[in-house]
């Protein structure tokens, strides 16, 4: 199974932007569909955006505009831009497939604060 480890949260001030990147341990090129969650405090994990191994993308609602999902399949890599933070975007960040097979990662935290 493909494990998949997330990178580049940190410490952001609203309005600012991130970028985060999920590298996955083989090939992505027969993961259909990759996408990123995220888990806030007393919060379940939602989706927050998804991309087809077509690059056909779907964005949650709270993110649209401002999110862009993204994905290398040469460098096994899906990346999540994120601009315009905003502090309810606080949360850590989970990449995986759709629907889940594999287990999840230790995730990424992304705290936006002034």
């Known amino acids: 199974q493909v494990q998949l480890v997330e990178s580049g949260g940190g410490l952001v001030q609203p309005g600012g932007s991130l970028r985060l990147s999920c590298a996955a341990s083989?090939?992505?090129?027969?993961?259909?569909?990759m996408a990123w969650f995220r888990q806030a405090p007393g919060k379940q994990r939602e989706l927050v955006a998804q991309?087809?191994?077509?690059?056909?993308?779907v964005y949650a609602d709270s993110v649209q505009g401002r999110f862009t999902i993204s994905r290398d399949n040469a460098k096994n890599t899906v990346y999540l831009q994120m601009n315009s933070l905003k502090p309810e975007d606080t949360a850590v960040y989970y990449c995986?497939?759709?629907?889940?097979?594999?287990?999840w990662g230790q995730g990424t935290q992304v705290t936006v604060s002034s």
């Open positions: 995986n497939t759709l629907p889940r097979i594999g287990p």
């Open positions: 083989r090939s992505i090129f027969s993961l259909n569909i």
């Open positions: 991309i087809t191994i077509a690059d056909r993308t």
